[in-house]
């Protein structure tokens, strides 16, 4: 069980309660309610989401964000492989590449990267940093509100993923379906990397009237748009997405600027989420592409066929909680003699997949 307090090496406190707002913050977020943003005005930002990433990216460039080397230390999860594991890792929202490029660098020589973006402009200068190299990273566009990912990354695949500044971005009606899209990617006990802005961050407060949306969710200057998250409802977000809640909690922390004279308090939440193995072990075997075992199998089928063993093939090798395709023989109830008149139902077999192959 998590503690309700626990203070990072850095200095940050990880936290399970809400901050408590003065009364001047408490004014602040009712003033806000005094101006909305129109109903017409909210529904053209969502219809524009797109531009309006892509404006940004055209007028800061790779500028804006730092490059996050606070990753490896936030989540272990990244650094706790065996060198010689070859880890495949999705980044969802990749921006222009401050989280993957800085993973590079520290020498994640193991790693394959996928980075996808909502912006072409973003995963152009991707493809154009000095350290893009297509034999370790494979850069694209892809919007998470739609399945258009699984063009570029095949489902139950994906070792390591992570959603960091991303999902805050997106409307809230359209959580679930790219939480839906994070846990596909995943292979069985792969884990999903969470950081997101939370609820009563300094940003938040700090908004005037006529940027609030709606609850929580705001209108930047730019057009670009904000979410505040509690972590109730990233648990539960989460949870119904099928994962299992390793870490969600508060990060409260400073962000200091010398130089600046920047020294304010930042709320975000953090969580790591894992997808069920279903207590099954995972080993390098089960990693491998589906397509390899799918075109195995279909030799497999098609050799049985040329020597008349059956007409019809029940391909009954998608082991319950893989999401792979078997070919071992224990899985590969595969070939089945079927009875022309009569091919066997693959109900009948309770851990059999839907598919099965016709072979003329």
């Given at each position: 069980?998590?503690?309700?307090?626990?203070?990072?090496?850095?200095?940050?406190?990880?936290?399970?309660?809400?901050?408590?707002?003065?009364?001047?913050?408490?004014?602040?977020?009712?003033?806000?309610?005094?101006?909305?943003?129109?109903?017409?005005?909210?529904?053209?930002?969502?219809?524009?989401?797109?531009?309006?990433?892509?404006?940004?990216?055209?007028?800061?460039?790779?500028?804006?964000?730092?490059?996050?080397?606070?990753?490896?230390?936030?989540?272990?999860?990244?650094?706790?492989?065996?060198?010689?594991?070859?880890?495949?890792?999705?980044?969802?929202?990749?921006?222009?590449?401050?989280?993957?490029?800085?993973?590079?660098?520290?020498?994640?020589?193991?790693?394959?990267?996928?980075?996808?973006?909502?912006?072409?402009?973003?995963?152009?200068?991707?493809?154009?940093?000095?350290?893009?190299?297509?034999?370790?990273?494979?850069?694209?566009?892809?919007?998470?509100?739609t399945d258009d990912l699984f063009d570029n990354v095949t489902e139950n695949s994906i070792d390591i993923a992570s959603l960091i500044f991303v999902l805050s971005?997106?409307?809230?009606?359209?959580?679930?379906?790219?939480?839906?899209?994070?846990?596909?990617?995943?292979?069985?006990?792969?884990?999903?990397?969470?950081?997101?802005?939370?609820?009563?961050?300094?940003?938040?407060?700090?908004?005037?009237?006529?940027?609030?949306?709606?609850?929580?969710?705001?209108?930047?200057?730019?057009?670009t748009r904000s979410y505040y998250f509690t972590e109730e409802e990233l648990s539960e977000l989460f949870t119904e997405a099928g994962f299992e809640i390793i870490?969600?909690?508060?990060?409260?922390?400073?962000?200091?600027?010398?130089?600046?004279?920047?020294?304010?308090?930042?709320?975000?939440?953090?969580?790591?989420?894992?997808?069920?193995?279903?207590?099954?072990?995972?080993?390098?075997?089960?990693?491998?592409?589906?397509?390899?075992?799918?075109?195995?199998?279909?030799?497999?089928?098609?050799?049985?066929?040329?020597?008349?063993?059956?007409?019809?093939?029940?391909?009954?090798?998608?082991?319950?909680?893989?999401?792979?395709?078997?070919?071992?023989?224990?899985?590969?109830?595969?070939?089945?003699?079927?009875?022309?008149?009569?091919?066997?139902?693959?109900?009948?077999?309770?851990?059999?997949?839907?598919?099965?192959?016709?072979?003329?």
């Amino acid at each position: 069980m998590e503690l309700d307090e626990n203070v990072g090496a850095n200095g940050d406190r990880f936290v399970h309660r809400l901050k408590e707002l003065s009364a001047d913050e408490k004014q602040n977020l009712e003033n806000q309610n005094s101006r909305i943003v129109p109903e017409i005005k909210a529904v053209k930002l969502e219809k524009d989401a797109k531009r309006h990433w892509d404006i940004f990216y055209k007028r800061n460039e790779t500028k804006f964000f730092r490059d996050r080397h606070w990753t490896t230390r936030e989540f272990q999860e990244l650094i706790n492989f065996d060198s010689d594991e070859r880890i495949t890792y999705l980044e969802l929202g990749c921006g222009v590449g401050n989280m993957v490029f800085p993973l590079i660098e520290e020498g994640f020589s193991n790693f394959y990267f996928y980075a996808c973006d909502f912006s072409p402009r973003a995963v152009e200068f991707v493809k154009q940093n000095k350290l893009y190299d297509e034999s370790r990273i494979k850069a694209f566009c892809a919007d998470l509100t739609t399945d258009d990912l699984f063009d570029n990354v095949t489902e139950n695949s994906i070792d390591i993923a992570s959603l960091i500044f991303v999902l805050s971005a997106i409307h809230p009606e359209k959580w679930r379906h790219v939480a839906n899209v994070a846990f596909r990617a995943l292979r069985p006990g792969g884990v999903l990397l969470f950081r997101d802005y939370g609820r009563y961050d300094m940003a938040q407060l700090r908004f005037k009237p006529g940027h609030k949306i709606s609850d929580n969710f705001y209108m930047r200057q730019d057009g670009t748009r904000s979410y505040y998250f509690t972590e109730e409802e990233l648990s539960e977000l989460f949870t119904e997405a099928g994962f299992e809640i390793i870490m969600n909690t508060y990060v409260q922390r400073r962000t200091v600027n010398f130089k600046e004279g920047i020294d304010v308090p930042r709320i975000f939440v953090q969580g790591k989420y894992k997808k069920p193995t279903k207590g099954l072990k995972m080993t390098m075997f089960h990693r491998m592409l589906p397509k390899l075992y799918m075109q195995l199998a279909i030799k497999l089928i098609q050799l049985f066929y040329k020597h008349g063993y059956c007409r019809y093939c029940l391909l009954a090798i998608f082991l319950e909680g893989f999401g792979y395709i078997e070919v071992t023989i224990d899985a590969l109830i595969l070939i089945v003699s079927l009875n022309r008149e009569n091919p066997i139902n693959p109900v009948d077999k309770p851990y059999a997949s839907d598919y099965i192959y016709h072979i003329d």
